[in-house]
T-cell receptor
Framework: DAKTTQPPSMDCAEGRAANLPCNHS???????VYWYRQIHSQGPQYIIH???NNETNEMASLIITEDRKSSTLILPHATLRDTAVYYC??????????FGAGTRLTVKP | GAVVSQHPSWVICKSGTSVKIECRSLDFQATTMFWYRQFPKQSLMLMAT?????????EQGVEKDKFLINHASLTLSTLTVTSAHPEDSSFYIC???????????FGQGTRLTVV
């Protein structure tokens, strides 16, 4: 599976949108982009995933560039409970999921 | 989303003993389950992939005789840490995936402390 590159940390003001970038320049055509987050001492929580089109659910939006080499996870109105490590992963459906270092997002009051 | 239950949430054991961790998919059939280990301030590291009814595939550097994985049914996989030592103390996490589900769902993790 292709690797991803994420900034190690980001801050966001409470109530503002948090935009988390991810580069996956070697992604192949059948690999999805997944986002998970991990709050301290818990298992990863699924957020969203997509293949080519932008996706939105109750938690977040996923914007994938046309060439699919990068994506952005958007939390529209960040709250203190969104403070977590966010992982961007590319994966063929059904294959193992390998985690990079992720982005530590800190939402500040 | 689908639910994956991991048990126990935490366990303390004496050095030299064995510990079994269970991972269950509660509302879907998991043809494949994955086991991860996470040390403090580090990311999740894949240990092994288990497919129902067949032997697990271990990642390089993971001792298969120490970390026994059994995936006897479509809803249950177990990880047994044999002859545990303090350096095995870690956060162990399982996930389950059905190829019909494009996402993988994670258990809540098991904190193992070997004393």
């Amino acid at each position: 599976d292709a690797k991803t590159t994420q900034p190690p940390s980001m801050d966001c003001a409470e109530g503002r949108a948090a935009n988390l970038p991810c580069n996956h320049s070697t992604i192949s055509g059948n690999e999805y982009v997944y986002w998970y987050r991990q709050i301290h001492s818990q298992g990863p929580q699924y957020i969203i995933h997509g293949l080519k089109n932008n996706e939105t659910n109750e938690m977040a939006s996923l914007i994938i560039t046309e060439d699919r080499k990068s994506s952005t996870l958007i939390l529209p109105h960040a709250t203190l409970r969104d403070t977590a490590v966010y992982y961007c992963i590319v994966r063929v459906a059904g294959n193992d999921m390998r985690f990079g270092a992720g982005t530590r997002l800190t939402v500040k009051p | 989303g689908a639910v994956v239950s991991q048990h126990p949430s935490w366990v303390i054991c004496k050095s030299g003993t064995s510990v079994k961790i269970e991972c269950r998919s509660l509302d879907f059939q998991a043809t494949t389950m994955f086991w991860y280990r996470q040390f403090p301030k580090q990311s999740l590291m894949l240990m092994a992939t288990s497919n129902e009814g067949s032997k697990a595939t271990y990642e390089q550097g993971v001792e298969k005789d120490k970390f026994l994985i059994n995936h006897a049914s479509l809803t249950l996989s177990t990880l047994t840490v044999t002859s545990a030592h303090p350096e095995d103390s870690s956060f162990y996490i399982c996930s389950a995936s059905n190829t019909a589900n494009t996402e993988a769902f994670f258990g809540q993790g098991t904190r193992l402390t070997v004393v």
